[in-house]
């Protein structure tokens, strides 16, 4: 039986209640008068759950929208509850890292993170030195340097793509052609370097400007162009005289059209960001360039002694610089390579500014 008192249920032959202490009459209570109608005494099943039931809690809403968030890399609106950016692979789950000096360090990504692109995807795999493995969806392409296709399947069709202004390219020793690959079918591509591999997704309108030598892959969406840089100096050795190009003497441009596309860069080293202010500018070692907004303007800046007959030398103790200025978006690698003829006696050079110390 069950105490009237509280509801418990206790033995048959117990005189007081176990759960809260009340006398437990043995005789049936009394018939309640016929003006106040009692209520039907509850059911209680044959279980341990307490009869004092509490609000069951409203329906899920299934229609309510999914919490979105924002990639700090690629700008990209996806859900929250997503580990990995689909459109850059960057994780969520990391703060965004940012140097007091305005550096951002280039979003860490998962082993095997996944990049889409229309139907297509593009897998990262590993970290030294990484892999972009490309399963294409049938018609779907890619475009790259022939020497860094690192394996595909029999089924991909691989063909030669063209470059618009051959006869420039060919004096100027830049390759006429571009391999491009189209679906279905797994392709991969990789630079026998240690690095960083920089997924950078193009939408429509928007252009990069990358320094040569560091493109890996692009989707069939992007758009390739070219242009000479400017940025030169010149060095004389007696009768002798050499141009110098730091930055190289073009620059690729990547552009989206009306579709988005998804660029593959390799870096060497680790990567580092910095958007910049209008008017703002950086100075930066120029084989340590990666890409820059369009925006960005670049030139070359000197920094040296004073004194003409110093006892450092007067051409050896030269910094030579590239001064980008905002506004617009930079990256740079830790890794550099040495400028070719930085230390020698300059004869001539394209526009820069000077400091001396």
């Not at 279905?184 to 193009?202: C, M, N, T």
């Not at 890996?216 to 940025?231: H, M, N, R, S």
């Not at 060095?235 to 441009?253: A, I, K």
């Not at 990256?331 to 820069?352: C, D, H, K, L, T």
Request: net charge negative.
């Amino acid at each position: 039986m069950f105490c009237t008192n509280c509801g418990t249920r206790i033995p048959d032959n117990a005189n007081f209640c176990v759960g809260c202490g009340s006398h437990v009459s043995q005789t049936e209570p009394p018939a309640p008068a016929q003006s106040a109608p009692a209520e039907p005494p509850p059911v209680y099943s044959e279980v341990t759950e307490t009869p004092r039931s509490h609000p069951a809690p409203p329906p899920l809403d299934v229609t309510a929208p999914a919490v979105k968030t924002k990639c700090s890399w690629c700008g990209a609106v996806i859900d929250s509850a997503q580990s990995s950016c689909p459109r850059c692979g960057a994780r969520m789950d990391l703060p965004e890292s940012v140097t007091s000096s305005g550096w951002g360090q280039l979003p860490g990504r998962k082993d095997m993170a996944k990049l889409q692109f229309g139907n297509s995807f593009c897998q990262v795999e590993g970290f030294y030195v990484p892999v972009a493995d490309v399963n294409l969806a049938p018609g779907d392409s890619v475009y790259f340097a022939h020497h860094v296709l690192l394996w595909k399947e029999p089924r991909v069709n691989v063909t030669a793509m063209p470059m618009k202004g051959a006869l420039n390219r060919l004096f100027a020793g830049m390759p006429l052609v571009m391999t491009q690959a189209v679906g279905p079918g797994h392709i991969a591509f990789s630079r026998d370097l240690p690095g960083e591999l920089v997924p950078v997704p193009i939408q429509p309108g928007e252009s990069i400007d990358v320094r040569e030598h560091l493109f890996l892959a692009a989707t069939g969406t992007v758009e390739y162009d070219w242009f000479q840089t400017g940025v030169w100096f010149r060095t004389q050795v007696g009768n002798e005289s050499e141009t110098h190009y730091p930055v190289g003497m073009f620059m690729d441009r990547f552009s989206a059209g009306r579709t988005p596309g998804l660029l593959l860069l390799h870096a060497g080293g680790n990567v580092f960001v910095r958007e910049l202010a209008p008017g703002e500018t950086i100075l930066v070692k120029p084989t340590a360039l990666i890409f820059k907004d369009p925006s960005v303007q670049m030139h070359l800046h000197f920094e040296r002694p004073n004194a003409m007959f110093s006892g450092w030398g007067y051409w050896s103790n030269r910094y030579l610089w590239l001064r980008l200025l905002g506004p617009g978006r930079v990256a740079i690698q830790s890794v550099f390579e040495p400028i070719e003829g930085e230390a020698r006696n300059i004869s001539g050079f394209s526009y820069a500014t000077e400091q001396r110390w």
